[in-house]
T-cell receptor, first 112, second 112 residues
Framework: EPEVTQTPSHQVTQMGQEVILRCVPI?????FYWYRQILGQKVEFLVS????????KSEIFDDQFSVERPDGSNFTLKIRSTKLEDSAMYFC??????????FGSGTRLTVV | GESVGLHLPTLSVQEGDNSIINCAYS??????FIWYKQESGKGPQFIIDIRSNMDKRQGQRVTVLLNKTVKHLSLQIAATQPGDSAVYFCAENNSGYSTLTFGKGTMLLVSP
């Protein structure tokens, strides 16, 4: 059973539409992260979430992005008005101590 | 800005060979380094890590070497198997921060 489950596995959306990507970390860890990976490129940090608050965010994580942990277990990333360049794999991760993470299998977002 | 990068984008080896994947980093404040394996359609999977107070660490069939003088990190895989075919990323972290900075990745192709 995967330790970090992401849904959906693939999302296709029209440019300008809102998308919500979901993650179930299945643990009591306090640190959670969203990273993205544009096809063929490196994994890039978006945001870290500690104790139900954003603790760090990158330049990529602008006002179009938001994160929530609405019910204490699910962890969501919302993109309010998607752009073509938002097309990427989005990975949720939970901290496992000493700086290492456990990553989910990712959501492939395709903006058309 | 400071970043982590990889020398070789693709490495092709024969089954049974030893593989060496290299990584250069430029952030002298980094004190924790991790190698991840990413198979197609999956999230990064933790392989091995090393702290800056060490120069070598061994796992099962894998060894990570750290040369802080030249800011170089390598991953050695012994007796490479077809199942080792994947993209390998190095990542670095400053223990004062929770986020990881990833390198671009090296594709390892293992021929039977």
């Amino acid at each position: 059973e995967p330790e970090v489950t992401q849904t959906p596995s693939h999302q296709v959306t029209q440019m300008g539409q809102e998308v919500i990507l979901r993650c179930v970390p299945i643990s009591n860890h306090l640190y959670f992260y969203w990273y993205r990976q544009i096809l063929g490129q490196k994994v890039e940090f978006l945001v870290s979430f500690y104790n139900n608050e954003i603790s760090e965010k990158s330049e990529i994580f602008d006002d179009q992005f938001s994160v929530e942990r609405p019910d204490g277990s699910n962890f969501t990333l919302k993109i309010r008005s998607t752009k073509l360049e938002d097309s990427a794999m989005y990975f949720c991760a939970r901290g496992q101590g000493a700086g290492g993470y456990t990553f989910g299998s990712g959501t492939r977002l395709t903006v058309v | 800005g400071e970043s982590v990068g990889l020398h070789l984008p693709t490495l092709s080896v024969q089954e049974g060979d030893n593989s060496i994947i290299n990584c250069a980093y430029s952030n002298s404040a980094s004190d924790y380094f991790i190698w991840y394996k990413q198979e197609s359609g999956k999230g990064p999977q933790f392989i091995i890590d090393i702290r800056s107070n060490m120069d070598k660490r061994q796992g099962q069939r894998v060894t990570v070497l750290l040369n802080k003088t030249v800011k170089h990190l390598s991953l050695q895989i012994a007796a490479t198997q077809p199942g080792d075919s994947a993209v390998y990323f190095c990542a670095e972290n400053n223990s004062g921060y929770s986020t990881l900075t990833f390198g671009k990745g090296t594709m390892l192709l293992v021929s039977p």
